[in-house]
Structure formats: C-alpha cells, structure tokens
C-alpha cells in the first residue's frame, strides 16, 4: 500500500461513515501561547471540543501535519519522528466509545486486515477522579480480544491532555499493533519499551476541561478525538520493521547514500536516519505558509537546532554540509502533490537552509575545537560546566542539546542547571524559546482570550489601513494578559503611525460594533475581501469575522459578540521578529 492509498482509504472510511473532510491546518498554531506546534489533529479543533459549533458538523476527518520534539532522542530508532502526519476522526458530542471503537476495529481488521491477535489495547485503569473504563474494555472483549490483549493502564499512560496546563482531556484506549518478538519480561506489555508493541492509533475520551487551578470541570458535550501515525501503519501494513524501509524516505535515504559514496566516506546507520528525519521536517517547517526562520526564540529556535544538528553529523562524516540543500528538495518534490506549499515556498525553504549554513559553519569548526578542548579538560567529574555550555551557545552558536550531545558522545554530562543560570543572567532573549513549551500546552480559552482575539483582529485591519496590503499575518499569540501579532512589514513603524493604528482600533472599540459571524465557501470570503491564511483544497466550509467597517477575517473563533467588550486598546511594544516581520504587543482594558 503506499502512502497515498492510506491517506484516501482512512479519509474515505470515515466519509462513508458520515464525516466531512478539513484541510490540515498550519504547523505554527494560531493564539495559542502555549504550543510551539501543532502536535496532533485536535489543537485547531480546540474551540470545537470545547463546545464551538464546527461549520462542517459534528463527525470530522483529516490529516494533520503534526511536529513533535519530546522525541527527539528517539528519532533513528525504528519508529519514532519529529515530524509525522495523523489521521484523525473526531466526534464533536456525536458518537462515543461503543462506535469509536467499532470503526477503528473495522477498519484495523477489514481495512487494513491485521490479524486480531496482532492487536493489544490499554485501557483506562481508573482514579480517584475517572472510574476504571469497563466500557471501553468490555467493547474490545466484544470483538473478540482476549483478556492478555488487553491492559488496564493509569494516569500516566491511559489519560490524554491537556497538552499542557489546560484544555480539554479525556481517558483514552490505546491500540498497538504486536511486532511478534517474544516479551522482554513476564510484565512486558504496550507500556513497554522493548519494542514488542508499537502505538498505532488512540482514541480518546474527550470528556474534561483542565482549569488553570488544576481543577476538571465536565465539558458542554463528550467528544471523541482519535489519531493514528501514517508512518506507523505504512510500516506494518508492508511488513516493514522500521519507517525508513517505506516510500516515505526511500527517496531521502538513497540520497544520502549517494552523497556518502560520491564522498567516499561512511556515515552509521543512525546518523543517516537523524539527517533524514530532520530534513523532512525542516522543510515542513520553513514550507509553512508561516514562513518561520532559524532563530534564538520559539519555533525559529527549534528549526535552528534541527538544522544545526545535520550540519554536525554531516561535519562528523567529513562531508559537506551543503548537501543539506539537496536532500530538501528530494523531500519537496516528493510530498509537494499532497502538501503544495512546500513547492509554493521551495524557494525561501532552500534559501534559508542555505543562509543557516553559511551562517552555522562560519563558527562550527572553532567551536568545534573549543568544545573538544573543553570537554578534554573534564576528565574528573564527567560534567561539562554550565559557564562554558554557555560561552558554547553565546560564541559559537551550538544550541545546548547540541553541546549535551557532543558531551554525551564523549561519556560526560552538561551542568544544565549551570547553563540555565548563566543563560538567565544573559536574558534579553526568551528561555522559553530555547527550552519550555516543547512539550506544549493549550491557552486558556475563556473571554478575556476571545476579546483579546476580537483586538488582533481589528489591529490586523487597521494595520493594513495605514500601512498597506504588504501587512500579512505571520503569527498570533494570546495569554490572558496581551496579544502578540507578527506580520509582514520591511521596516520599523513609526511611532505616528503606530498612534495611528492605536487609534483606529480604539474607534471600533467606541463604536461597539457587533462581531458577525457567518460561514461561507473560502471562495466566497475571499471574494468578499476577507484575509486570513487557508491552506484547504476541499472546497469546506469556513468561518468568517467580521467587523463592519474594521475587519474580515476567515477564522475558527471564538471572539467577543460586541467591540465595546474590549473596553479600551494600547500598544505596548513594537519590534522586529525576523527579516522582513515585524512584531506588535498589545493589550485591551486599560482604563
Ligand atoms: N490527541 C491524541 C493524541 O495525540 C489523539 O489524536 O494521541
């Protein structure tokens, strides 16, 4: 089977079954302070599980580009990647477990044909809070799953989300599929990480809402959120042992190979795998229609250290790093049919991979000597300390798990409480940046968000006002606090201009417009004059904002009914984010 006869078959399957098909969303999430990417299907479904109504129902299906980092020691084992493409179903307070679980065995079974003793389950264990899931359990059993296919699992394993402090969260059951090697220990089961059983798809329960006190209240409606790694399931369904013997990097893969014996050198199988996996994702990455750039803060940072992190094992093989260019373009050509950004922005995914290569080897190599020089004075100890991981990152340009790496490599360890203190002392950049929200998390959605959603909006529109149509969004990012907007600008804006701006808004805020929200083709909206990126090609139904006379924006929510809830408008800090974008803090309210 090859890739796209998955893709069609899973979204066909669920469109017989009552689904409707979304495009997948941006891999940058939008307002949502907390995630640097979009993880899994639901993040832009979020409003939706939270009691939104979706314009396309209450039965959805799509693929979703997904990045993932938490992994990322993982990647050049056989299964897992940073970045990775899901299949998901969703019901929005639709259907529950019993039929959740029936379509997924259906299409495991019929679909794909695993045999049913090549499955195993995990199900909810139960807690305090959530009793164990006998229902769940009892579905599988109907199916015919022995008792030993089936494993009761706790909070630790058996209960997604919220992917961060908040959000929607739910019980889930686990479906693996049994490699067939013997177990490990008498205990080995899909909790294990032996290899035996790989995760292939879950579905969960969607039932909560974490509260930023930590407490769980009910959600509005039961939502089912399911997700199923394509690259897994390509692998098990053509008998394969790992993802890089499918079609998916084959191409890649025998690249590489030609470089290293054009070369004449060697590269371990590993590193080949890592500069492989890496470059998929940097060039889903850069062929955003964000179009994010290497750099010290939030998702720049995270492409950065990908990208830095191939140059070096290319530099360990003694081979160019230049190639990188190369094998990006092996993975345009090859996904740019199902994702045609990656061939719409080619051009800024090579030239920026190219800019960080020049950049990055400027510095490698006397960095190189110096961390070499560093690590051979600490032969006592074994640790690397934190001022010199330091003058590492500051001099040199090595990210720190780029420093922790060549350490480990030499058997020591880097003092990251060192680093982190000596990094705190230097912080006119954000830490954040460089080390929290990897594993991410979902903003808060209550009103204050959705009116500080509402002020972007206007802002996005009066921008454009003042400054012209080349204003185009390049990011949003809510706390309750204030707002944060990245958009397309070559200069600074005046501080006129910016007054100009505040003003604008501050007049829609007096003339408590109404929010109107209708939903329409994307081609109607954008005949309509409305903005907003759109990257679907199916002809689905959107929402749209707007705000007469102000703004019209295609956009899923939520925002305030009335301008006038914003109150007032002020412009706290004007910025540049990276070439060519600028940045704008703001916040409502202020009296
Ligand atoms: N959100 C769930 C997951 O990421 C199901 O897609 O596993």
Redesign the pocket.
């Known amino acids: 089977m090859t890739a796209n006869e998955l893709r069609t078959m899973y979204v066909n399957f669920f469109k017989e079954r009552g689904h409707k098909e979304i495009a997948s969303a941006s891999l940058l999430p939008e307002n949502d302070p907390t995630v640097l990417f979009t993880t899994?299907?639901?993040h832009p479904l979020v409003p939706y599980l939270l009691g939104e109504k979706h314009p396309s129902g209450k039965r959805l299906t799509d693929i979703q580009k997904c990045v993932r980092t938490e992994d990322i020691d993982e990647v050049g084992d056989d299964t897992h990647c940073t970045f990775f493409e899901?299949l998901?179903n969703w019901s929005l307070g639709d259907y529950f477990k019993q039929e959740s679980i029936s379509m997924s065995f259906d299409f495991l079974t019929n679909y794909l044909h695993i045999p049913l003793e090549r499955l195993a389950v995990t199900v909810f264990a139960g807690d305090e809070l959530v009793p164990a899931d006998v229902e769940a359990e009892g579905i599988w059993k109907s199916f015919g799953l022995k008792s030993d296919q089936i494993f009761r699992y706790g909070r630790d394993n058996n209960w997604?989300?919220p992917a961060g402090q908040t959000g929607p969260c739910g019980s889930d059951t686990e479906i693996f599929y049994d490699m067939g090697k013997p177990k490990c220990n008498p205990n080995c089961g899909p909790a294990c990480q032996c290899g035996k059983y790989v995760e292939i798809w879950?579905n969960?329960f969607m039932q909560f809402n974490k509260e930023a006190d930590g407490s769980f209240t009910a959600l509005k409606q039961k939502n089912v959120?399911?997700?199923m790694g394509l690259e897994r399931v390509l692998t098990i369904f053509n008998g394969k042992t790992n993802v890089y013997d499918t079609e998916l990097f084959i191409p890649i893969m025998q690249t590489l190979e030609e470089i290293v014996e054009k070369e004449e050198k060697d590269i371990p199988e590993r590193d080949k795998r890592i500069i492989c996996e890496h470059t998929r994702t940097i060039t889903f990455i850069l062929g955003d229609p964000m179009k994010i750039s290497p750099s010290n803060t939030e998702q720049g940072y995270v492409l950065r250290r990908l990208i830095r992190r191939i140059i070096r094992l290319f530099k360990k093989a003694g081979i160019n790093a230049n190639y990188l260019c190369k094998l990006s373009r092996v993975i345009i050509e090859q996904y740019e049919p199902v994702y045609p950004e990656l061939g719409e922005n080619s051009e800024f995914i090579l030239e920026q991979l190219q800019k960080e290569y020049d950049l990055f080897s400027k510095t490698l190599d006397e960095g190189l000597k110096k961390a070499n020089r560093y690590l051979d004075d600490i032969r006592q100890g074994g640790v690397l300390n934190g001022e010199l991981a330091f003058k590492l990152y500051d001099t040199y340009g090595f990210p720190i798990e780029f420093t922790s790496e060549l350490a480990l490599e030499k058997g020591y360890q880097v003092d990251m409480d060192g680093f982190w203190k000596k990094f705190e002392e230097h912080r006119n950049k954000s830490r954040q940046g460089a080390a929290g929200k990897f594993t991410g998390g979902l903003a808060d959605n209550n009103e204050q968000t959705a009116r500080l959603h509402t002020a972007t909006h206007l802002l996005n529109g009066a921008l454009r006002k003042v400054l012209g149509d080349e204003v185009s969004q390049r990011g949003s990012n809510i706390t309750s606090e204030r707002l944060r907007f990245d958009f397309s600008f070559g200069r600074k804006v005046t501080k006129e201009e910016l007054e100009k701006v505040e003003a604008i808004v501050n007049e829609a805020i007096g003339k408590k417009v109404d929010v109107i929200l209708e939903e329409m083709t994307p081609k109607k909206a954008y005949e309509e004059g409305a903005v907003g990126v759109f990257s679907g090609k199916y002809g689905e139904i959107v929402k749209v904002y707007t705000i007469p006379g102000y703004s019209k924006e295609i956009c899923g929510g939520p925002h305030a009914k009335n301008t006038g809830e914003l109150v007032s408008f002020k412009i706290i800090k004007e910025q540049a984010s990276s070439a060519g974008v600028r940045r704008i803090k703001a916040v409502i309210d202020v009296q």
Do not use: L, R, S
């Open positions: 899994a299907g639901m899901m998901g997604w989300g879950n969960v959120d399911t997700g």
